[in-house]
T-cell receptor
């Protein structure tokens, strides 16, 4: 149990719809990163937030957006859903940006787009 | 960000020591090397992290040569429950970019 919780655990949406996924960081952590993991592949970095500011972004279109709140919880929003957006979405929290800190992952949200 | 290369898959038997090597030829001075383990439908789990030489914890050892262009994760006496995908990451900050990982299968 890492202390990072994601909701919902599973979700089915229709192509073209919008979805919001939520992540509650481990207590004391101020950095959160979001990943998309398609079946059989490694997690792909979407973006990272540090103290409510976006601090890096992977190769994802603008319809993937995020927020980090003052309590360091976070949301991932995806607009105009496409079939290829079906994946496991993971969030990871850590204390700081430095590479010598451990990141803790949630169990993920399984999104299916039909 | 340093690119990493690791074997796609490995097989082992219960009780054996498993060594998974990761190449990261263009590692930068301020990069750390971190290994994660992932089971199906779960988030990755931190195993071990190092900067140079050798690091050991209760589950694994990490060997890093002086040039830091590679690293080896060593899992002593694996069991069936160690069957998972293992990822090697190299990053200066917590901006982790995962590769495809190594799928380890432990057989009875």
């Amino acid at each position: 149990e890492t202390g990072v919780t994601q909701s919902p655990t599973h979700l089915i949406k229709t192509r073209g719809q919008q979805v919001t996924l939520r992540c509650s960081s481990q207590s004391g952590h101020n950095t959160v990163s979001w990943y998309q993991q398609a079946l059989g592949q490694g997690p792909q970095f979407i973006f990272q937030y540090y103290r409510e500011e976006e601090n890096g972004r992977g190769n994802f279109p603008p319809r993937f957006s995020g927020l980090q709140f003052p309590n360091y919880s976070s949301e991932l929003n995806v607009n105009a859903l496409e079939l290829d957006d079906s994946a496991l979405y993971l969030c990871a929290s850590s204390y700081a940006l430095t590479g010598d800190t451990e990141a803790f992952f949630g169990q993920g949200t399984r999104l299916t787009v039909v | 960000l340093a690119k990493t290369t690791q074997p796609i898959s490995m097989d082992s038997y219960e009780g054996q020591e498993v060594n998974i090597t990761c190449s990261h030829n263009n590692i930068a001075t301020n990069d750390y090397i971190t290994w994660y383990q992932q089971f199906p439908s779960q988030g990755p789990r931190f195993i071990i992290q190092g900067y140079k030489t050798k690091v050991t914890n209760e589950v694994a050892s990490l060997f890093i040569p002086a040039d830091r262009k590679s690293s080896t994760l060593s899992l002593p006496r694996v069991s069936l429950s160690d069957t998972a995908v293992y990822y090697c990451l190299v990053a200066p900050y917590n901006d982790m970019r995962f590769g495809a990982g190594t799928r380890l299968t432990v057989k009875p």
